[in-house]
Nanobody
Framework: QVQLVESGGGLVQAGGSLRLSCAAS????????MGWYRQRPGKQRELVAK???????NYADSVKGRFTISRDNAKNTVYLQMNSLKPEDTAVYYC???????????????WGKGTLVTVSS
């Protein structure tokens, strides 16, 4: 089994910063893409940012220039640096990893349980 454990959420004022971390552990042979998604109140889950094993990145238009995703392949960890936070960034943030599971012997998608980010105005 694979576990993704997120940390770093919390309450911050508008204009502030937070850094999210997500560490993957378990039956991991290799990780392809790691990413962050969020679910805002009353909305569907949406992509925030993702990064490939070769460090190619994708961002939602709403966070470009404010958020930065990075990963440490040696630690199977992905980070999301969030600057200039806005109240509309308030959401539960979920970590995602697309990886080859060494126990299942196939590619699989895993999700963390989520971490709440609240941005006050």
């Amino acid at each position: 089994q694979v576990q993704l454990v997120e940390s770093g959420g919390g309450l911050v004022q508008a204009g502030g910063s937070l850094r999210l971390s997500c560490a993957a552990s378990g039956s991991i042979f290799s990780i392809n893409t790691m990413g962050w998604y969020r679910q805002r109140p009353g909305k569907q889950r949406e992509l925030v940012a993702k990064v490939s094993r070769s460090d190619s990145t994708n961002y939602a238009d709403s966070v470009k220039g404010r958020f930065t995703i990075s990963r440490d392949n040696a630690k199977n960890t992905v980070y999301l640096q969030m600057n200039s936070l806005k109240p509309e960034d308030t959401a539960v943030y979920y970590c995602n990893a697309n990886l080859y599971d060494s126990r299942e012997l196939r590619g699989m998608d895993y999700w963390g349980k989520g971490t709440l980010v609240t941005v006050s105005s």
